[in-house]
């Protein structure tokens, strides 16, 4: 027999699968919800640590629970796509919020781990995007871009697609990338800007993007909510 957390779980999820409560929006506040199903405040926050475990529901710290997608993003790691690309592929919609567009040196890590030949310190431009996606915040970009190659870049482009300009625009010639996967523990930044709890991981890619005459230019760093993170590549035994 199920106990009552159980019972208002259940009724939620038949809620927001029916589209009452639709991915994006805020659950009632606890309170509400206690009183809607008369039950305890505990209940109600058991039943809705049951969702966030299902994946249906994610809290977001001063502001509530917002019913997220249980879906993953497939993460391509073997092919070299734009995130315009990426969000087409998976279906998805999606808004940048630039929270940094500044000149800074390319710093040593996590770049020098993935080539042991990487000079930091050169010049470039620092980009800092959160990619909300379907209505929650679910990754960090930080990219640094050598203003060598790329002298500057609009808010209007950092609000868009850089590679649609890189490629469109200035006729750049993107070719390849090696990058790097860890799990991390969330930062201080990584739980403000994604809402987290403490204690919470996040699955962090690394890459370096070369172009055709092999320049390396864009050095970046995507920091993933571990809840909608999946990679998933294709492997032949030679």
Known sequence: MANKYQHVASNLT????????QVGTL????????????????????????????GRIQKMVGKGSIVISPTRYTLPVSNLVSYTQFLRSNGLTSENRVFALEKAPVPARPFIEIDPAHSPGREATYVGRVRVIDGLPSIIDHDFILTSVVPDISIEVA????????????????????????????????????????GAYIAVTSSITHLADTTAFQFSQSRHRADKFKYQDFARRK
């Open 14 to 21: 038949d809620r927001i699968e029916s589209g009452e409560f």
């Open 27 to 54: 659950l009632p506040s606890e309170k509400h919800l206690a009183a809607h199903y008369q039950v305890s405040r505990e209940t109600t926050r058991k039943a809705l640590a049951l969702l966030t475990d299902e």
């Open 159 to 198: 609000q868009t697609s850089l590679y649609s300009y890189f490629e469109g625009e200035l006729g750049l010639a993107i070719a390849y990338s090696p990058k790097q996967i860890t799990v991390e523990p969330a930062n201080a930044q990584d739980r403000e800007l994604l809402g987290l709890t403490p």
